[in-house]
């Protein structure tokens, strides 16, 4: 030590609040414990959510609505633990009477804390979502970024962060942090299990992305503009519960002076009305047609009209068209319509388009949803034929190699139905001449074949049981019947045959006039 | 008066730590002895604004510390340096000295200079960037000195702030006391008497809550003669003051 004059007192410099903030700020940015919790985080989302968001078709709307929960549940319990542990620093270090006795209000100095573990834990998600975005940047053929579901998983840590800084503050002990950690997962794992069809309250869960019970919709950002209803009502109640539990920690940890205690109040409360407003808009919410939630109160009716867009099409014998979002199946897709359309190309009533339509939503009792097209399959002057992808379906992600099996084993027949007008209650020689043009087409479904009969080459897979009305396999002919014997027989004749006799009874063929027996 | 203590005590459950303590202090080192279990820290912690008082009266830089704008007064003037010192081991020397200056309020273009300036006077200039966790026991003493100091504080309260130290660091420190109680009030907790008869004007003695003496170190020096146990003058003075105030 040595004795030296300290410097003599100045004239008063005047104090910069920001400055000294900022500096407060960028010492507890370097020694935060957030810094060294990024890598474990960044981690949890590669290994647990990168992976899986990439694997769903590069659709805007899936990558975004996977990305939310992914990200929340990947990032929630890093974060929590690491503001628990931050929380709970001043006593674990016992500096509390050391720190205690300074100037700055308590509250200000945790929240310095609290906003740099928050930082950190903020910068390590927009680098996960920096590369989603990237990457489907480079994969979609159409659309751009949908920003709210990432705009509500960057919400979500703050309030995490708040909650786990809160915890550590509050009971400070080395036991914390690992216990809020746990905690955090659990709380937000579990906290959709109580979601019961489109009003519930439990959707404002930041893992909450979609209708719970149907998951993202493709359609959104494609067919429909993306509908913030839920995602604005997530933010609000993150933003409130954050703003509530740091209000609540100010006056908890003894807001000194009287107009801070009145502030903290104040913020408190604004943040509970906040958050639990947030609530009550969620329970409101319905599931839209276009297959989103949509809330009355925060609903944009002009979000309801279709984007428009430039499709792409094919160049088979009847064009296929899909949305440009969908460009990538289109090669797939028209190769697996192609002996089919080759089949039914230039008779009167045929498609002049196949086109690709929206899937539409319809919430039933409880978690039940039915949902297809929104009117008949073929319609329109030229006629067109409207078709669903199976990718654009809820369920289980399906391949490229799927999705074209499923494409000639469901779409295939319902267009050639839809030409001889065979469907339930139609006639046995319209059976028989749809089954018929299957054979042509080599495109018979499996469960149309004779049992034992090798499917390779002629036939495809039978199709999935798909829900929904468009969804539903073609029944047709059943093999030995009558009906199958003529089908057998129709299909056996050359090409030009079959096509002279269709565009000769085609319409008597549609209009049910025709039987079995006045069949060539 | 910086220091103006008028009945205080302070309980913490059925204890009594501070028992009707009355004290007054102007600029200058003063020196609170006492054995293990005196109340010095429990005092030493009423004054720092740490824990409040549970009856009595105290004034400090001439304010009261019960209302929260002249309770943030009395801390922007205020040095402390606890009888534990906690720190975060990551910090470096300055950094922690720095984070002190920006929770003491002071204004942030002085606060560089001010941290230089501190490190410094408690020899630990070469190790401002050194991490705390890697620094022995005695340089943490210096560098809670050090963050007590940085405001150049009207009140600088030290809790044993010579334990750890060795010889030369302890003489190098009654020095920077000396020097720092020409401007301001330090009060040093100790129970090392001879820190007392270096470098405080006036010392008060106490004993189970209470101060049963209050002088000059030469006074507690005379009520030692001839009495008492004990090494040095002082030493005996002191231990001549306890045994008289212990039935």
């Known amino acids: ?520 | 008066m910086n220091v103006e203590i008028t009945g205080l005590t302070r309980r913490f459950g059925r204890t009594m730590a501070v028992a009707a303590v009355d004290l007054q202090a102007g600029p200058g080192v003063f020196g609170l002895l006492g054995p293990n279990g005196a109340g010095k820290t429990s005092l030493l912690r009423v004054m720092a604004t740490a824990i409040p008082p549970t009856s009595g009266r105290l004034r400090l830089l001439g304010r009261d510390p019960r209302g929260s704008g002249p309770r943030r007064e009395i801390r922007r003037r205020l040095g402390y340096l606890p009888q534990n010192l906690g720190y975060y081991r990551g910090f470096t020397v300055a950094e922690f000295v720095e984070y002190f200056a920006l929770l003491k309020e002071m204004p942030s273009a002085r606060i560089p200079l001010a941290v230089a300036a501190a490190v410094d006077r408690v020899g630990l200039a070469d190790q401002s960037r050194a991490r705390l966790r890697t620094l022995s026991g005695g340089m943490l003493r210096r560098v809670g000195i050090a963050q007590a100091i940085v405001n150049e504080p009207e009140l600088l309260l030290l809790d044993e702030p010579t334990a750890g130290l060795d010889p030369e660091q302890r003489m190098t420190f009654r020095a920077l006391l000396r020097d720092l109680g020409q401007h301001a009030t330090i009060v040093v907790s100790t129970h090392l008497v001879e820190d007392v008869g270096a470098a405080c004007a006036r010392v008060a003695l106490m004993d189970r809550g209470k101060i049963i003496f209050h002088g000059t170190p030469g006074d507690l020096t005379a009520r030692g003669e001839g009495h008492g146990t004990g090494d040095a003058p002082l030493e005996r003075g002191y231990s001549a003051v306890l045994a008289a105030a212990r039935p």
């Open chain 1, 1 to 520: 030590m040595t004795v030296t004059r300290a410097p003599a007192r100045s004239a008063p410099v005047t104090s910069r609040p920001g400055l000294a903030a900022a500096r407060l700020l960028r010492l507890e940015l370097r020694h935060n414990a957030m810094l060294w919790m990024m890598p474990v985080a960044v981690a949890l989302f590669w290994v647990t959510a990168e992976r899986k968001i990439m694997a769903t078709p590069p659709l805007w709307s899936l990558r975004a609505a996977g990305l939310q929960p992914d990200a929340v549940l990947a990032f929630a319990s890093p974060v929590a633990g690491a503001a628990a542990w931050m929380g709970s620093r001043e006593s674990r270090r016992r500096t509390t009477d050391l720190v205690n006795i300074t100037a700055r209000p308590r509250p200000v100095r945790l929240l310095a804390t609290w906003a740099a573990t928050t930082c950190w834990a903020l910068v390590a998600y927009l680098v996960c979502v920096a590369v989603v975005y990237a990457v489907t940047a480079q994969q979609a053929t159409w659309g751009g970024p949908l920003w709210w579901p990432a705009v509500v998983a960057a919400a979500s840590l703050p309030a995490v962060s708040a909650l786990g800084f809160a915890a550590g503050t509050l009971v400070p002990s080395r036991f914390t942090a690992p216990l809020v950690t746990i905690a955090a997962f659990f709380v937000l794992a579990l906290s959709t299990q109580l979601i019961n069809g489109s009003q519930s309250y439990w959707q404002i869960s930041p893992v909450v992305a979609a209708p719970w019970d149907i998951g993202p919709d493709p359609g959104a950002g494609t067919f429909y503009p993306y509908q913030p209803d839920l995602p604005i009502a997530q933010v609000m109640f993150l933003t409130g519960l954050t703003v509530a539990v740091l209000g609540a920690l100010t006056l908890s940890t003894g807001a000194g002076a009287r107009s801070l205690r009145r502030s903290a109040v104040a913020v408190t409360a604004a943040g509970l009305l906040a958050a639990g407003t947030a609530v009550a808009l969620a329970g409101t919410g319905r599931l839209d047609r276009h297959g989103m939630i949509a809330i009355p109160a925060l609903h944009d009716a002009a979000s309801d009209r279709p984007l428009r867009y430039t499709p792409v099409c094919s160049h088979t014998a009847i064009p296929v068209c899909l949305n440009p979002a969908y460009a990538s199946y289109l090669p797939a897709t028209a190769a697996a319509l192609a002996p089919t359309l080759d089949q039914i190309a230039g008779l009167p009533g045929a498609p002049a388009r196949i086109s690709q339509a929206a899937v539409t939503y319809r919430q039933g009792p409880g978690n039940s949803v039915g949902f297809g097209l929104a009117g008949l399959p073929l319609s329109g002057v030229p006629p067109v034929f409207h078709l669903l992808l199976p990718v654009e379906l809820p369920g289980p992600a399906v391949t490229t190699t799927e999705q074209a099996s499923q494409v000639r084993s469901i779409i295939g027949p319902s267009i050639i139905a839809s030409v001889t007008g065979d469907g339930p209650g139609a006639s046995q020689a319209q059976h028989a001449v749809t089954t018929a043009l299957l054979m042509a087409a080599r495109a018979v479904p499996s469960h149309l074949l004779p049992p034992g009969t090798p499917t390779a080459g002629n036939s495809v897979p039978g199709p999935p049981p798909v829900a929904g009305t468009d969804g539903e396999p073609y029944v047709g002919a059943a093999p030995g019947s009558p009906a199958y014997a003529a089908a057998q027989r129709f299909a056996a004749l050359p090409a030009a045959a079959r096509r002279g006799w269709l565009v000769r009874h085609l319409a008597a063929l549609r209009a049910g006039r025709l039987s079995l027996g006045q069949l060539p």
